[in-house]
């Protein structure tokens, strides 16, 4: 393919011309230092730079109090589904995850390994198609956690369930940016860089410092404490450094654009318009509660197989990409964030009402 084309992949994900176009530039000489940003140590003065103000940007855009750290993980978010129990649970503690989805019930299988994991809520009896309103945590839970955005069923908690006292962790991985998320309302929120951060492998944390006081069962390896990498400012070995740079960049991106609050307006009025058309529509249908859906992730079903798969090529054809949902649930679904302007909702749009009247 010669032209960029729309990618409404739900991750990795299409990332703003802009970012990409700076990127290209800095390729094969990074301001200064004479080499690309791929080969220079990440001991050196300007790596020390890059990942200073990749933390010092996030911090302003996401207004991150002091007492919380910063901390860029590998391993994608999936790592963090073994790092949170290990690091916030004694083995054979009780902790607590509300099912929405996939990424939520694979959470749990991994705290399943270390403690008592329970789901305090689900709606897997309806398909993941709306949010538990309320989180039934059993006493003694160490924490409660949640997946802010159900990437895979189109879903996001509306607002955050009574926990108590009992520390809140979400997984935010797939709105992360795209809409205000007030750090002081959680104890850890972490996320995956490949939907609105910039290169898959990469992992955000944001947690409060006084966690990292806790004593780690020593069984634990060392690259999976969280004290670890917030003592070596995430450094304790070789950090994926280029995508450190590209999360900078992205970081960046944001904050010139307005902030994350911009980039919230601008997506719910995305959302809005393609909601509002799929609710005017003959044949497109959105099977989430009003109220629990999703700003980034908009998920649709067609009438039949044979529609979707029409469609689907019609898609290809306009140039629009990655349009399929998701293998284990079918149908639809264009994943919105930030990379997405608005002009690639509009031909999305656009071609499905192409699709609705030639069919
Ligand atoms: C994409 C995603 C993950 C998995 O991220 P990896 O980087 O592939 O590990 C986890 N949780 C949510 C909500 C996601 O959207």
């Not at 992992?203 to 966690?211: T, Y």
């Not at 079903?301 to 990409?321: N, V, Y």
Request: hydrophobic fraction near 40%; proline fraction near 5%.
């Amino acid at each position: 393919m010669e032209e960029r084309v729309y990618n409404f992949s739900a991750g990795p994900s299409q990332m703003p011309l802009e970012v990409l176009e700076k990127a290209r530039d800095e390729f094969l000489c990074y301001l200064g230092a004479g080499c690309s940003v791929m080969e220079m140590s990440h001991r050196s003065a300007s790596f020390d730079e890059i990942i200073d103000g990749a933390e010092e940007t996030l911090r302003k855009i996401m207004r991150i109090p002091e007492d919380y750290a910063v901390l860029f993980m590998q391993g994608g978010a999936t790592t963090q589904f073994s790092m949170v129990p290990m690091n916030l649970a004694a083995q054979g503690d009780t902790f607590a995850y509300i099912q929405t989805g996939q990424f939520a019930t694979k959470a749990k299988e991994e705290g399943d390994r270390w403690g008592n994991a329970v789901f305090a809520g689900s709606s897997k009896d309806a398909n993941y198609s709306y949010i538990p309103e309320t989180a039934d945590i059993p006493p003694g839970a160490k924490f409660l956690h949640i997946t802010g955005n159900n990437t895979i069923y189109g879903t996001s908690f509306p607002e955050l369930p009574a926990h108590g006292d009992v520390p809140l962790v979400a997984d935010w991985s797939s709105a992360i940016l795209g809409r205000w998320i007030e750090v002081k309302d959680y104890d850890l929120i972490y996320a995956g860089a490949q939907k609105n951060m910039g290169p898959a492998g990469l992992a955000v944390v944001i947690m409060k410092k006084k966690l990292l006081e806790r004593d780690v069962d020593p069984v634990v390896p060392i690259m999976l404490r969280y004290k670890v990498a917030a003592d070596n400012r995430s450094m304790y070995n070789t950090p994926p450094t280029f995508s450190i740079y590209m999360a900078k960049l992205m970081f960046e991106w944001v904050q010139g654009k307005g902030g994350v609050e911009a980039m919230e307006k601008t997506n719910r009025e995305k959302a809005a318009m393609l909601y509002d058309f799929i609710d005017s529509s003959e044949i497109y249908t959105n099977p989430v509660r009003k109220k629990d859906r999703s700003i980034m992730n908009v998920t649709f079903t067609l009438p039949t197989e044979e529609d979707t798969k029409g469609f689907i090529a019609l898609c290809k054809e306009r140039g629009i990409i990655n349009i399929k949902g998701h293998r284990s649930v079918g149908g639809c679904r264009a994943s919105i964030y930030n990379g997405m302007p608005m002009e690639g909702v509009k031909k999305l749009i656009d071609t499905m009402k192409e699709f609705e009247l030639r069919r």
